[in-house]
């Protein structure tokens, strides 16, 4: 149990810091510097599974991106 966790701290730290910082600004909202203020792991996780869910109710979506 302690290694899946861990795996999903490292991925979610990898994908905040690797990712499109442009996405993050659409999804998370700007700190005090501006910027997106990294969420917690149980908030970055369950934003991004609802926008997950949202493209694939609504596929068009997908085209916009």
Same mark, same amino acid.
């Given at each position: 149990?302690?290694?899946?966790? #861990? &795996?999903?701290?490292?991925?979610? *730290? &990898?994908?905040? #810091?690797? $990712?499109?910082?442009? /996405?993050?600004?659409?999804?998370?909202?700007? $700190?005090?510097? $501006? #910027?997106? *203020?990294?969420?917690?792991? $149980?908030?970055? /996780?369950? %934003?991004?599974? %609802?926008?997950?869910? %949202? +493209? +694939?109710?609504?596929? +068009?979506? +997908?085209? &916009?991106?």
């Amino acid at each position: 149990a302690s290694q899946v966790e #861990k &795996a999903i701290r490292s991925s979610v *730290e &990898a994908a905040w #810091k690797n $990712g499109d910082k442009q /996405l993050w600004r659409m999804y998370f909202a700007a $700190g005090k510097n $501006g #910027k997106p *203020e990294k969420p917690s792991n $149980g908030d970055f /996780l369950a %934003r991004i599974s %609802r926008c997950i869910i %949202r +493209e +694939e109710e609504t596929p +068009e979506l +997908e085209e &916009a991106l």
